[in-house]
Nanobody
Framework: QVQLVESGGGLVQPGGSLRLSCAAS????????MRWYRQAPGKQRELVAA????????NYADSVKGRFTISRDNAKNTVYLQMISLKPEDTAVYYC?????????WGQGTQVTVSS
């Protein structure tokens, strides 16, 4: 089973930056794609960003495009989400997700709070 551990969440002021990390238990090459989701209180889980294993192609939700960047370091088996120009509406629990052989694996989530 793929195990994922997120870190890097915390409290940040509007306009600030934060980088989330997702450490995988195995090689990122063993999964089809890595994704970041977020879920705010009372709202559905939302796909934020994704990166494919085959080509490293990235996709972003319109709400974060231009502000968030997903990247990976295969040597460290880690996926990152660099967030800049953070807004209060970015406040949510952020989850790392791995897709492998039609299975989804999830991290425990890390809280991001954007508030002054």
């Amino acid at each position: 089973q793929v195990q994922l551990v997120e870190s890097g969440g915390g409290l940040v002021q509007p306009g600030g930056s934060l980088r989330l990390s997702c450490a995988a238990s195995g090689s990122l090459l063993s999964v089809n794609a890595m994704r970041w989701y977020r879920q705010a209180p009372g709202k559905q889980r939302e796909l934020v960003a994704a990166i494919t294993t085959s080509r490293g192609s990235t996709n972003y939700a319109d709400s974060v495009k231009g502000r968030f960047t997903i990247s990976r370091d295969n040597a460290k088996n880690t996926v990152y989400l660099q967030m800049i120009s953070l807004k209060p509406e970015d406040t949510a629990v952020y989850y790392c997700n791995a897709v492998q052989a039609a299975q989804n694996y999830w991290g425990q989530g890390t809280q991001v709070t954007v508030s002054s």
